[in-house]
């Protein structure tokens, strides 16, 4: 019981800053984009490099960048424009700069492919674009499996990552429950051991 009163701030700060933590993920979510929106504009902090910092978020603009880019050049649009336009409609200001980065070396006579390695560190996309500019099947249905790869993977990640926060919490709760039942019955010991000796 002393030591529950002891850490009596430390333990209600802890369920306060985990109370607080599931209020606000439940804003983002029911919030949606709108409300991520509003965020990004009223809170100055570097939201695309925390995007990409998560898995499944880097996971889908990978994808939707590729896509993007496989229309358009399937479209007919020049390289660089086309990459452009991908970064563009990522939304993602790190995806932006990679963008830029890859018009340089497009400038500097690289090949898309090989240019494409600063989007991609892993080369998938590299080896994607570079088989279906040698192939002639298209930009779309070459990237195509590598597009539902990666979907898939990010919902993986997702479906993991809220697997293991439910679990902590979880835990997290029955460590609390588990600290106020031991507190009540070391209580009730030490007031049946005064009510025996008096």
């Not at 002891?6 to 800053?17: N, S, T």
């Not at 898309?112 to 600063?118: K, Q, S, T, W, Y």
């Amino acid at each position: 019981m002393q030591w529950l009163a002891e850490w009596r701030l430390e333990l209600l700060a802890v369920q306060a800053a985990v109370f607080l933590g599931l209020w606000f993920a439940t804003l983002l979510y029911w919030g949606g984009p709108r409300f991520k929106g509003w965020l990004r504009r009223h809170l100055p902090l570097p939201w695309s490099s925390l995007a990409l910092r998560i898995s499944w978020q880097r996971h889908r603009l990978l994808r939707d960048f590729a896509s993007l880019l496989g229309l358009a050049l399937d479209a007919g649009l020049p390289e660089p424009r086309a990459v452009m336009l991908a970064a563009e409609g990522s939304a993602n200001e790190v995806l932006r700069q990679r963008a830029v980065a890859v018009l340089k070396d497009l400038q500097d006579g690289l090949q898309l492919p090989r240019a494409l390695r600063h989007v991609d560190d892993g080369g998938e996309l590299e080896w994607r674009v570079e088989t279906a500019a040698r192939g002639g099947g298209g930009f779309v249905a070459a990237l195509a499996g590598w597009e539902e790869a990666l979907d898939a993977r990010a919902f993986q990640l997702e479906q993991t990552a809220a697997q293991v926060a439910t679990t902590s919490l979880v835990i997290l709760n029955g460590v609390f429950v588990a600290a106020l039942t031991v507190a009540v019955f070391q209580m009730l010991t030490q007031l049946i051991t005064g009510a025996t000796l008096w």
